[in-house]
């Protein structure tokens, strides 16, 4: 495995942690990042840095963040928020993943990209919830600004230096399953 493959698979699962936050925030870093010749993407996935996808995803990330600060609008968001992430962080993963047979980077799209953007979008949406049902809502704009820029430095970091998006995305995933474990209900 080459030094280049493992940075592309540390932005893939940095981006794919983004996608849990914010859908569209990290795949208009993406066509930001491989419109500017940033990132190369694999060949069936260029189309992603051309102009009319660049526009599309610009515009698609302003209507979602705008959203989330809409309480009740941003739980609506949540309820499919999981599924797109996991799709999202599955096709982020396919797009940056460079010369691995398909078998392995179909296996770690679904499992790495999917998983994370999952995981991440699971935590937040019960974290939205717990906001909403302990404030009526009033405390999930302050959610969604924290989730938000959580997105964009989690987007910039995979971008620029991907091998520390890797790192924090350890880090993020075990603070995630602690937290599950703490939360979990007991089985007495």
Same mark, same amino acid.
């Given at each position: +495995?080459?030094?280049e493959? $493992?940075?592309s698979?540390?932005?893939? %699962? ?6 849990g936050?914010?859908? @569209? =925030?990290?795949? @208009?870093?993406?066509?930001?990042a491989?419109?500017? !010749? ?6 069936? #996935?260029? #189309?992603?840095g051309? *102009?009319?996808?660049?526009?599309? =995803? ?10 989330? @600060? $809409?309480?009740?609008?941003?739980n609506?968001l !949540?309820? %499919?928020?999981?599924?797109?992430a ?12 460079? !010369? ?5 980077t #179909?296996?770690?799209?679904? $499992?790495?990209?999917?998983? *994370?953007a999952?995981?991440?979008?699971? /935590? ?9 049902? *302990? ?9 969604? /600004? $924290? ?6 430095? +989690? ?12 790192? =924090?995305?350890?880090?993020? =995933?075990?603070?995630?399953f602690?937290?599950?474990?703490? @939360?979990?209900p007991?089985? *007495?």
């Amino acid at each position: +495995m080459t030094f280049e493959t $493992i940075l592309s698979i540390c932005l893939g %699962v940095g981006l794919s942690a983004s996608v849990g936050f914010r859908v @569209f =925030l990290p795949l @208009f870093a993406l066509s930001l990042a491989s419109y500017f !010749d940033v990132w190369q993407l694999n060949e069936s #996935w260029e #189309w992603i840095g051309g *102009t009319a996808a660049l526009i599309t =995803l610009g515009a698609a990330t302003v209507v979602e963040i705008f959203a989330y @600060f $809409i309480p009740y609008i941003d739980n609506l968001l !949540d309820s %499919v928020a999981v599924p797109l992430a996991a799709l999202a962080g599955t096709a982020i993963m396919l797009s940056t993943v460079a !010369d691995l047979s398909p078998v392995i980077t #179909w296996s770690l799209a679904i $499992i790495a990209g999917g998983g *994370t953007a999952a995981a991440v979008a699971g /935590t937040s949406t019960t974290t939205r919830l717990a906001s909403t049902v *302990t404030t009526g809502g009033i405390a999930n704009p302050l959610v969604s /600004t $924290i989730e938000t820029g959580t997105s964009v430095v +989690m987007s910039i970091v995979s971008i620029f230096l991907p091998i520390l998006a890797g790192i =924090l995305v350890i880090a993020l =995933l075990f603070i995630i399953f602690k937290l599950y474990k703490k @939360f979990k209900p007991s089985k *007495t």
